[in-house]
């Protein structure tokens, strides 16, 4: 493990006052904004557990294959969130030659750390079943996240525990992360403390402290004027893997905050940062 420093997450809100004042948002640009073409959801609400938020939905690309995985999680503070909001974010991924899953999880109050991250593991375990069936390719997976998706999705890679437990270990290929938080002590913003001031060793709750050289290989994108979670948590963890020995590619977009980096995954927003044709190309060549 590495040392971890003792910085928190600076923005006066917290993830979830970020996560709420972008809900409205979200909700008009998965409803009115313009789709990627060449793409669509093929399934809605499959079961990867029997609680009612373990469900996933599947987008593909309209024809071709077999494509690689990309299992996106979105973000919301782990208490809010609903992948109800995300589909033009699959559909963006999976127009450029991918099969995505995204996925619902359980979020505070209802579960607390780490439970949140074991319906992560859980739903990409699910996904490699179902892959083959819609035109993917379960030996070329990857994980993606934005923000508290993005913890998400570097915990399952880079903590071995996690996809040990659902029998797959060697699954996850590569990940991504947009704007995530990878070292965030002590808490000290209610998002924080909700969702992991329960766990008797904050260390086991950090990306970073599980950074090694044999992970996947890791791309870490951040904006430089992020106030909910700084660019510091990005450097960190990129840092740290690379000390390790491992593989990792930092992206940093001058101006670039943390909804517009998601954002930037819209067809609406994509001339302000080449988000999507960065992590999408270096996912197609990781996965092959």
Not at 52 to 76: E, K, N, T
Not at 223 to 234: F, K, L, Q, S, W
């Amino acid at each position: 493990m590495v040392t971890l420093t003792r910085r928190g997450m600076v923005a006066a809100t917290g993830l979830a006052g970020g996560a709420l004042a972008a809900c409205s948002p979200l909700a008009a640009l998965n409803a009115l904004g313009p789709r990627d073409r060449g793409a669509r959801r093929v399934a809605h609400d499959l079961p990867y557990g029997p609680e009612a938020r373990q469900r996933l939905d599947l987008y593909a690309p309209d024809s071709g294959g077999p494509w690689p995985v990309v299992v996106f999680f979105y973000g919301g503070g782990w208490d809010s969130g609903a992948k109800a909001l995300y589909g033009w974010a699959a559909q963006a991924i999976a127009a450029q030659g991918f099969v995505v899953a995204l996925p619902d999880y359980r979020l505070v109050p209802e579960v607390h750390f780490p439970a949140f991250i074991e319906d992560a593991a859980t739903a990409t375990a699910r996904t490699a079943a179902l892959a083959t069936d819609f035109g993917g390719e379960p030996a070329r997976l990857a994980v993606a996240g934005h923000s508290a998706g993005a913890h998400l999705a570097m915990m399952i890679t880079l903590d071995r525990r996690y996809m040990a437990a659902v029998d797959r270990p060697e699954l996850i290929r590569a990940a991504a992360g947009l704007a995530g938080p990878y070292e965030f002590l002590p808490f000290n913003v209610p998002a924080a403390v909700n969702a992991f001031g329960r766990v008797a060793d904050p260390r086991l709750t950090q990306p970073v402290a599980f950074a090694r050289g044999d992970a996947p290989p890791l791309w870490i994108a951040h904006g430089t004027v992020d106030t909910v979670v700084h660019d510091e948590d990005a450097r960190l963890l990129h840092a740290a893997i690379q000390a390790a020995g491992g593989e990792s590619e930092l992206a940093l977009y001058e101006g670039i905050d943390h909804a517009a980096i998601v954002a930037a995954l819209s067809p609406l927003f994509r001339g302000r940062a080449p988000v999507l044709a960065d992590m999408t190309t270096f996912l197609r060549g990781k996965l092959g």
